[in-house]
């Protein structure tokens, strides 16, 4: 009875005893890799889930805290033009655009020269009729009835 009482206590102690994470393949740190230098995300909430890895493997992975990001990694800020100046049309464009209908609205009017004559074709080769089936009796016509009776 002692060693029933004794194997229930330790069980759940023994699993307190091991250091790292408790997995199958050995622990979930080889899964993910440590970043040697800060990652920055584009958006608010992309940067709030890489600071919650990275957090997450320095807690629970013992991972150092990642080095500050050299600048040679970050990219060259984007130069801001002014858009391009919206072009004026030219005086006989603005007369045009208004004297004639838009190119959707035009209607084309078909020429009156008629069509030329198709070249000669031969004519297909003749095709030969039917046999003509032998005459039916009236039982069958009465058993299997078609359409041409």
């Excluded at 050995?26 to 890895?53: A, H, K, N, T």
């Excluded at 629970?60 to 050299?70: F, I, L, S, V």
């Excluded at 838009?102 to 198709?118: G, H, K, L, Q, Y």
Aim: charged share 25%.
């Amino acid at each position: 009875m002692r060693v029933v009482l004794a194997a229930i206590i330790t069980l759940p102690l023994a699993a307190c005893g091991h250091g790292g994470p408790a997995s199958i393949a050995g622990g979930e740190c080889r899964i993910f890799e440590r970043p040697q230098y800060e990652v920055l995300g584009r958006q608010p909430y992309d940067q709030d889930w890489i600071d919650s890895q990275v957090e997450g493997g320095v807690g629970g992975c013992n991972w150092k805290r990642p080095a500050q990001r050299p600048p040679a990694l970050d990219a060259a800020p984007v130069r801001q033009t002014a858009p391009a100046p919206i072009k004026r049309k030219s005086l006989v464009r603005r007369i045009r655009d208004r004297v004639l209908p838009p190119a959707s609205a035009r209607i084309e009017v078909a020429p009156d020269v008629p069509a030329p004559a198709p070249p000669y074709a031969p004519a297909p080769p003749a095709i030969e009729p039917r046999p003509v089936p032998p005459p039916r009796s009236a039982i069958e016509k009465l058993l299997q009835p078609r359409d041409d009776d």
